[in-house]
């Protein structure tokens, strides 16, 4: 992948989509399953990871923690023999949540770990508590010291773990680190989200015994040792929902392959009451939308199988060019409503109800502005709604963008858009 910081898309919109498109592997899921390989001194091939830039901040966290990564082709071959323990890189770790996935690997492995506050997108405060309270609750011993914070598993024993909230990184962590914890961990209440049992796939396919990924509880007995595999993630849900959303936006008709339908069923029952047509075979999704859609009503944000935090901000642009009152309600973040006086800026109309809850009154069209991206999933609702607006938008920061879409401008131009990187 080829992009610079100070890149921005220039959109020329009023297309409609047509063509057909096979949607990427899971960024969500290829996270964890690259800082899964750690598990095991033997080989992982890990096929079709995403060319994104949180997969390439992640495969540069784990060559300096000593990883050896090769590519021949789609398959990243990953040889974690030599790993060391390190800290992970403070640079690195600051610009992506997901370096916290290190912590369950690493902590299996070599028994210590140290970490400073990760970053990523800046959604809301996205506090590690649980994480911290799951891995003492493990007996693992945790220390503060300026920055940083110190966690020693030697003496770490199973448990059973429950959790406040459904936190997708922390059932995550713990589902590393305990699958290598003689004895039996369960974690009540655990996030049930797809990339969650794509990692308990994945492990179980190393040699992992974990019962009941993607139900209220789940079960891990260790087991001494995992081995090398070759493992192909799951498809990208929210690129895949992106694009149907670009559909209801835009018009025309899209053929999606491998675009994980069943995982994207509130987003197809809500698409289709709007009047968008939707017919589902096998992994592939055909979507078309031809008349104008009928007013959405209400959008509330929840743990899977409750419509995605991810899909909100993609969501809002449609809203703004839908007719009628729509009431959006994000339940799982404090700070995703970032895109909000961007799309102000090209005619949206929005009023915020409470720090939780918008109201948008649908407008016949947006009119085209310089717009500025600030986190990965509002910079993407931006590009749709500059797609679907006549005229020439900027949207600035595409570098938000590429943390999660593979060649976003190359996908919509091969779906007839007029989109090009400057
Ligand atoms: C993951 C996804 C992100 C998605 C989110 C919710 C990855 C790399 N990212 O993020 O795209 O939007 O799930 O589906 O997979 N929380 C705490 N304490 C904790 C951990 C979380 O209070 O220790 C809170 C968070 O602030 C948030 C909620 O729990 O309000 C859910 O967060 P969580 O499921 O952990 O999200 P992430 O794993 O960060």
């Known amino acids: 992948m080829k992009y610079k910081k100070q890149d921005k898309f220039i959109i020329n919109g009023g297309n409609k989509l ?52 090769k590519k021949e082709g789609n398959n990243h071959q990953i040889d974690s023999l030599n790993a060391s323990c390190k800290q992970i890189d403070c640079k690195l770790s600051k610009t992506m949540r997901s370096s916290l996935f290190f912590l369950g690997s ?18 809301g405060e996205r506090p590690i508590d649980m994480h911290i309270s799951s891995f003492k609750k493990l ?34 962590n713990i589902l590393q680190f305990a699958c290598l914890l003689k004895g039996k961990t369960t974690i009540i209440n655990p996030a049930k989200e797809p990339e969650v049992v794509d990692l308990a796939n994945f492990l179980n396919s190393m040699g992992a015994k974990i019962l009941g990924a993607g139900t209220n509880k789940i079960t891990i007995y260790g087991v001494n040792s995992l081995h090398g595999v070759a493992y192909t993630p799951i498809g990208d849900r929210i690129v895949a929902g992106t694009i149907m959303v670009a559909v209801a936006m835009c018009g025309g008709k899209v053929i999606i392959k ?42 509330e944000t929840a743990y899977y199988p409750g419509f995605p935090t991810d899909l909100q901000s993609v969501m809002l642009a ?25 799309l102000k800026k090209m005619g949206a109309n929005i009023n915020c109800v409470s720090s939780n809850e918008i ?16 986190d990965l999933r509002g910079g993407a ?4 709604a500059a797609l679907a607006t006549k005229g020439q938008t900027v949207v600035k920061n595409a570098h938000f963008i590429d943390r999660g879409y593979d060649h976003f401008e190359d996908v919509l131009t091969q779906l007839n858009l007029n989109i090009r990187r400057q």
């Open 106 to 123: 690493m902590l299996s492995r070599f028994k210590s770990a140290m970490l400073t506050m990760p970053g990523g997108c800046k959604i």
């Open 318 to 342: 449609l809203s703004t060019i839908t007719a009628g009152k729509t009431r959006i309600i994000e339940n799982i973040f404090e700070n995703r409503f970032l895109t909000v006086k961007e």
């Open 258 to 299: 491998n675009g994980v339908p069943e995982q994207n069923a509130k987003l197809i029952e809500i698409l289709s009451k709007l009047g968008c047509k939707i017919k589902i075979k096998y992994d592939i999704i055909e979507l078309s939308k031809d008349d104008a859609l009928l007013p959405i009503g209400k959008i």
């Open 139 to 172: 007996n693992v011993k945790i220390d503060y010291f300026n920055d940083y914070i110190y966690f020693d598993a030697q003496h770490a024993k199973p448990n059973k773990i429950k959790l406040k909230i459904p936190s997708v990184g922390a059932t995550e």
């Open 18 to 69: 047509f063509g057909e498109i096979s949607i990427q592997s899971s960024k969500n899921a290829s996270l964890p399953l690259l800082s899964a390989c750690l598990l095991t001194t033997e080989k992982v091939t890990l096929q079709n990871l995403p060319d994104i830039l949180d997969i390439h901040n992640m495969l540069s966290i784990m060559r300096k923690l000593g990883v050896k990564i």
């Open 381 to 384: 609702s931006l590009v749709l």
């Open 359 to 374: 109201e948008v009154v649908g407008v016949t069209h947006l009119h085209p502005a310089t717009v500025v991206a600030e």
